[in-house]
């Protein structure tokens, strides 16, 4: 079992900036990936950016709409993925969720976070 702890949500002006925080504990493979989703009213949920475990080669994703804006970043050491938000849209406005999924050869399984509203707007 995995458990996340999202933190870093808000209210913010069109332009400004955010970082979600988010900590895994429990049962952590050193295969995995971590990563931010995001949903908002009305919309499935999409992938924002993704970072996977150096055992995992270490890559990052991200969604064309974010890339430049936002970045991805990882501590190992305190198994927390952190997500840099600069120039902030309104449309980036949605319920964000981590994600830690585990990988194994043949197949993976994901945690989710309790979620983080950010709210982008004047």
């Known amino acids: 079992q995995v458990q996340l702890v999202e933190s870093g949500g808000g209210l913010v002006q069109p332009g400004g900036s955010l970082r979600l925080s988010c900590a895994a504990s429990?049962?952590?493979?050193?295969?995995?990936?971590m990563g931010w989703f995001r949903q908002a009213p009305g919309k499935q949920r999409e992938l924002v950016a993704s970072i996977a475990s150096i055992f995992s080669g270490g890559n990052t994703n991200y969604a064309d709409s974010v890339k430049g804006r936002f970045t991805i970043s990882r501590d190992n050491a305190k198994n927390t993925v952190y997500l840099q938000m600069n120039s902030l849209k309104p449309e980036d406005t949605a319920v964000y969720y981590c994600?830690?999924?585990?990988?194994?050869?043949?197949?993976?399984?994901?945690?989710w976070g309790q979620g983080s509203q950010v709210t982008v707007s004047s």
């Open positions: 429990g049962t952590i493979f050193s295969t995995n990936a």
């Open positions: 994600n830690y999924r585990q990988l194994w050869q043949g197949g993976s399984y994901d945690y």
